[in-house]
């Protein structure tokens, strides 16, 4: 950790109310840049392109990540630039096409733009991603009781039931292979699936009892309970799903090219070096819902890739 990072210590803990500011204004990325005319030494001064998958409200994602983009340029001294996507499908494509540089993947969607775009390279995940859940809720009033085992999905039937994004892994992919190892197959709940585009948006959906049931990211359902933002006497916790691995930073290949030697060792390097005894470094980690970030590897993720192909989400 810089020593400068430390100084800013205060000024980025309230990044997020900041933010959170900003967004409201209508600002639709947030850049952490050198003050004009400052000689920065380093790395050459290209702008390193940041994003995620759109798993939660804009607003808390603009938090997060332009937390995450101050830190980044404080560290590597390079322009960062925090750039939303309006959906999975476009953190893949802009990622593949090069218009993002590192982007916070899900399991399925780091697994489909690393096959799109060969010579990409996962630097980390966080500590809670090798045991990652999804779980399922429902209306207090759907007829839905709890359950203890996977097997026990097979209640799910006869429900009308809705996910998260259809390249969600914690709100699709994996709450649909489970859902499938209790015997229940798409065709099997009443009506066709939902899907809401988000995480806190399966809340909502399942708490106005538009849909009986959803799927969701655990640490997400686990938060709104905390925060009080869903009303447990309307809506329940049915189930959570054995582990998986999950979520993951992936950056381009060729950054050394535009950057500098050594750029994409510095850059991870950054991320895990994200410390909890800092606190405009642990603020950003609660942001992750984090203890820290670690490395990681590809054959993580076979599992999801396998999956993936079996429900169709990865072809080729």
């Not at 005319?37 to 994003?51: N, R, Y």
């Not at 799927?215 to 359902?221: D, F, M, P, Q, R």
């Not at 990681?296 to 989400?313: F, H, P, Q, V, W």
Request: proline share 3%; net charge positive.
């Amino acid at each position: 950790m810089t020593s400068a990072f430390r100084r800013s210590s205060r000024v980025i803990a309230g990044v997020a109310g900041a933010l959170l500011l900003a967004t409201a204004c209508g600002s639709s990325s947030t850049a952490a840049k050198p003050k004009a005319g400052t000689a920065v030494k380093g790395f050459k001064q290209e702008t390193l392109h940041i994003s995620a998958i759109p798993d939660q409200d804009p607003a808390k994602l603009t938090a997060l990540y332009g937390a995450m983009a101050t830190y980044l340029h404080t560290e590597l001294k390079v322009p960062v630039d925090y750039v939303p996507v309006t959906d999975y499908a476009a953190s893949v494509s802009s990622f593949q096409l090069g218009d993002l540089d590192l982007v916070w993947f899900g399991g399925l969607t780091g697994v489909q733009a690393r096959l799109q775009t060969p010579g990409a390279k996962l630097l980390a995940q966080r500590d809670i991603d090798s045991k990652f859940q999804s779980v399922f809720i429902a209306g207090s009033s759907a007829g839905v009781a709890k359950v203890s085992s996977v097997a026990g999905l097979s209640a799910m039937k006869n429900h009308s039931v809705t996910f998260g994004s259809e390249s969600s892994t914690s709100g699709r992919l994996m709450p649909q292979y489970f859902l499938d190892q209790a015997g229940v197959k798409v065709e099997d709940l009443k009506g066709q699936p939902g899907f809401s585009g988000s995480h806190d948006a399966t809340i909502k959906a399942v708490e106005a009892g538009t849909f009986e049931v959803g799927a969701l990211n655990s640490k997400v359902w686990d938060a709104a309970v905390a925060a009080k933002t869903v009303d447990t006497s309307k809506v329940i916790e049915v189930f959570r799903t054995p582990t998986f691995f999950d979520y993951h930073w992936l950056a381009r290949p060729g950054l050394d090219a535009r950057f500098g030697a050594g750029f994409t060792t510095a850059l991870t390097k950054a991320i895990l070096s994200l410390d909890v005894a800092d606190p405009a470094q642990k603020a950003i980690l609660d942001l992750f819902s984090a203890g820290r970030f670690v490395t990681t590897t590809t054959a993580n993720y076979d599992k999801i890739e396998s999956i993936g192909r079996k429900l169709n989400l990865i072809k080729g």
